[in-house]
């Protein structure tokens, strides 16, 4: 029988008043701050009460590379919480909040699928507690206190043509790639030069928030966001425009994780909201702390595959909120290595254990990188109804010969119960291998150096070479003495490599870096590699094109 529609689902579900889910955590409604029956904020002044709590086990869910076959991170993610739930463990989510561009575009939502889902998906996948917009907000705030200080005789001495802070909207807009603002003349539209549009996610500000501790941390590091250069070349950083107080207000409620529910109850907090492929794609630090002092368990995801979102929350997010993995889940799907092997997407559902075979070498490259750090790993099997039983029985065997724990997965079906295997191979991970987790490489190490430690030890490459304004971005970097911190690599999703047509993990090929950007308010540096943009564009025939709502309030086509 087919499946409903993820919407659907949703729509039946018989979930708890968001007091009830609070309740499970220690929380009473004077602590909350109510956005409808479903949704709440937690104020930052009630987390602090639960500091001096121990810490619970920091479960950390990624993905082999990811293709059009499907992978399943977040259902797995959303399923085996709802699985430790169903086995009565005090399990918790901190989750990132989707993106308007992707839910639009080609991606679709990212709030699980079937019957693993966080609730309620439409909000969470739309506008849900507003603060992606506050964050687009802040930004272009800035960037409007930015331009005027230009043509307002421009004290400071901004040189025009490096004014390295662009605009900001949460939509995929192509043609605001690259633009020209200041038309008009100076006293009508101020100067000209050329400018263009990132999408809201990838902004400096949205990480800042993903990464601050607390509203202290947080002005300090919107204080330091580079937003130019003076004509000798100098950085200026935002607190010389003057505007930092503004910013922090029109971001008070977005600093603030909100508290949403699985289809079968467990708490989830959302927060954040990250790209992997252009930003460090992970959820809050404010979320993941405050999670791990309220329950046994915490489940969290990095965006995309091991070698983007698992390196960014190892190499940068544990760094600064010295957090420590006790164990890393790698999901994988039979369909999905069988597009590594070579197969067809259109014959993908063909039970084929030659391609299967053929796929490997991307899982194991991804469960190698973990094990760099010193992080135990388990690889959920996420089943598809077209999976033949010769080839799960063929990844099992995999999986033991390469000496790696395993749990098959149905949570898109099943919802928790179809979690079980993988919850007590997690269980039994944590049980029986205790974490060593180390960082890659050292952050005061030269930017060159650190961006090779990534290329050659999580992308498989021989080499790196510089073009474009790569080699005068890091020279500039360097210069002003910014050049001692994490690295956060902006790289395609669809291959190991900075090729996306490129599958399975090649090795001994050369990483190209076309430009180096600074998010000293952040706290690391993002080379652009190969040619990733920070704007995405929507697809021939967009997600946006099957969505609606019709006038009884039923909405359709979103996932």
Not at 26 to 32: E, I, T
Request: include cysteine; hydrophobic fraction near 40%; charged fraction near 25%.
């Amino acid at each position: 029988m087919a499946m409903k529609p993820d919407i659907e689902i949703a729509q039946e579900a018989k979930v708890q008043h968001i007091e009830a889910i609070a309740e499970k955590i220690g929380l009473s409604r004077d602590d909350l701050e109510f956005y409808g029956k479903y949704k709440a904020k937690i104020p930052l002044d009630v987390l602090k009460r639960f500091e001096g709590n121990d810490y619970g086990k920091l479960i950390f869910v990624t993905a082999i590379t990811a293709t059009k076959a499907g992978e399943g991170k977040t259902v797995t993610s959303i399923g085996l919480c709802q699985a430790m739930g169903h086995i009565g463990k005090n399990v918790m989510l901190s989750l990132r909040e989707p993106s308007l561009g992707p839910t639009f575009g080609i991606k679709g939502g990212a709030t699980g699928g079937g019957y693993s889902q966080v609730y309620p998906m439409w909000d969470i996948d739309l506008h849900f507690t507003g603060d992606i917009h506050a964050v687009g907000t802040a930004h272009n705030l800035l960037s409007a206190l930015t331009e005027n200080h230009v043509t307002k005789k421009n004290p400071l001495g901004l040189d025009p043509t490096r004014i390295v802070l662009r605009k900001a909207l949460d939509m995929n807009c192509r043609e605001l790639r690259d633009i020209v603002v200041g038309l008009g003349g100076r006293s009508k539209g101020g100067v000209p030069r050329e400018s263009g549009f990132d999408i809201t996610v990838a902004s400096e500000i949205n990480a800042i928030l993903a990464l601050s501790s607390d509203m202290a941390d947080m002005r300090k590091r919107l204080s330091s966001v580079v937003v130019a250069y003076t004509f000798d070349g100098k950085p200026v950083t935002a607190d010389k425009l003057k505007g930092i107080g503004a910013m922090c207000l029109l971001l008070k409620d977005a600093i603030k994780p909100t508290l949403v529910q699985t289809l079968e109850g467990q708490p989830a907090l959302i927060h954040g909201s990250p790209f992997a492929n252009i930003a460090h794609g992970n959820s809050s630090i404010i979320a993941t702390k405050s999670a791990l002092k309220m329950a046994d368990y915490v489940i969290t995801e990095g965006g995309f595959a091991a070698d983007l979102g698992m390196e960014k929350f190892f190499n940068i997010v544990c760094r600064m909120g010295n957090l420590k993995p006790d164990v890393a889940v790698l999901v994988a799907s039979i369909r999905a290595l069988k597009m590594h092997g070579g197969m067809d997407v259109k014959e993908i559902g063909n039970p084929d254990v030659s391609f299967l075979e053929k796929g490997y070498p991307n899982l194991d490259k991804h469960i190698e990188n973990i094990k760099k750090f010193g992080v135990p790993v388990v690889v959920a099997i996420n089943q598809f109804p077209t999976d033949s039983q010769e080839e799960i029985e063929h990844i099992k065997k995999h999986c033991e010969k390469i000496g790696a724990r395993f749990g098959l997965s149905r949570v898109f079906m099943e919802g928790g119960k179809g979690g079980v295997e993988l919850a007590n191979a997690v269980l039994e991970s944590l049980e029986r291998e205790k974490a060593d987790f180390k960082v890659l490489y050292d952050e005061n190490a030269p930017i060159r150096d650190k961006i090779r430690t990534i290329a050659t030890e999580i992308y498989g490459a021989q080499d790196v070479v510089y073009t474009g304004t790569a080699p005068a971005d890091i020279k500039a970097i360097e210069a002003a003495g910014n050049d001692k911190l994490p690295i956060c690599m902006a790289k395609t999703q669809l291959s190991i490599t900075d090729d996306p047509a490129k599958r399975g993990a090649p090795r001994n090929w050369v990483l190209t870096v076309r430009e180096v950007r600074l998010s000293a308010g952040a706290g690391f540096i993002v080379p652009l590699t190969g040619e990733i943009m920070t704007m995405p564009g929507l697809p021939t025939v967009p997600a946006a094109e099957r969505i609606n709502i019709d006038d009884s309030g039923y909405i359709t086509g979103l996932n």
